[in-house]
């Protein structure tokens, strides 16, 4: 699981750069034209939410965080913003983070716990299906739905979905869903065509407690972002007078 999907490309002092030019092959599954991932605000990485720490890294909830919920003005009533994966990226990047890549075992069980004891109904991940251009050029990645997953925080392969990660005690990805048969299943495009190409996790939406998903990027999702070392080195070096 620790292998970069696009080395050698991605390296520290063109991360930026290189992300939000990867970004153009990400197209919109809603019609619209394709977006580009967003580029890190300093001010906002300096005061990015520290809601939890794990494994040195920072973490927040949107739906924790006043600035990603709506409030009604004439009932006051207060709703969580739902976004497609990539706003949720987007907006994680913005503070020098990321959507959340689950890569160790206890990451995911630190996960699991918190839309668990908070009974969240799914959130979107970092997880990504290499199916854009140049995927289809890389033999390693083949076939996709084992071999082409990858967490885009990191531009880091997952382990080959058709079996348990090495080293954990049990698949992360769901027994079931859609069609009744294990995840990733590519469900959607058999009804419109859509690719099923992000990730998530659901929480016993197809009776099958709190699992991995793989999800038609348009979806609209709560998020959890993820400190990221890539965009917080390339800030840090750029704004040396912020404390960040």
Request: glycine share 6%; proline share 6%.
């Amino acid at each position: 699981m620790g292998t970069h999907i696009l080395s050698p490309l991605f390296r520290m002092k063109f991360a930026v750069a290189l992300l939000a030019a990867l970004a153009a092959t990400v197209l919109a599954q809603d019609g619209s034209q394709p977006r580009l991932l967003a580029l890190p605000i300093p001010q906002l990485c300096a005061s990015r939410p520290k809601q939890w720490q794990f494994g040195g890294h920072n973490y927040f909830f949107s739906w924790d965080q006043d600035k990603f919920i709506d409030v009604d003005p004439q009932t006051g009533a207060r709703n969580g913003q739902k976004v497609d994966w990539l706003a949720a990226r987007n907006r994680c990047r913005e503070h020098c983070m990321d959507a959340v890549g689950i890569e160790t075992e206890a990451e995911n069980k630190m996960i699991f716990d918190f839309i668990r004891n908070r009974n969240i109904t799914y959130i979107w991940t970092s997880g990504r299906l290499c199916d854009f251009t140049g995927c289809d050029e890389r033999e390693d990645l083949k076939p996709i739905n084992v071999f082409g997953w990858f967490w885009s925080n990191t531009n880091t392969k997952m382990a080959p979905t058709n079996s348990t990660p090495p080293g954990w005690s049990s698949q992360p990805w769901s027994s079931k869903g859609h069609t009744g048969g294990p995840q990733p299943d590519n469900a959607e495009f058999d009804i419109n065509q859509t690719s099923e190409s992000c990730m998530g996790v659901l929480n016993n939406i197809y009776q099958d407690g709190i699992a991995w998903h793989d999800i038609a990027c348009y979806h609209k999702k709560p998020f959890i972002c993820e400190d990221s070392d890539a965009l917080l080195d390339y800030v840090r070096q750029e704004n040396r007078d912020l404390n960040i």
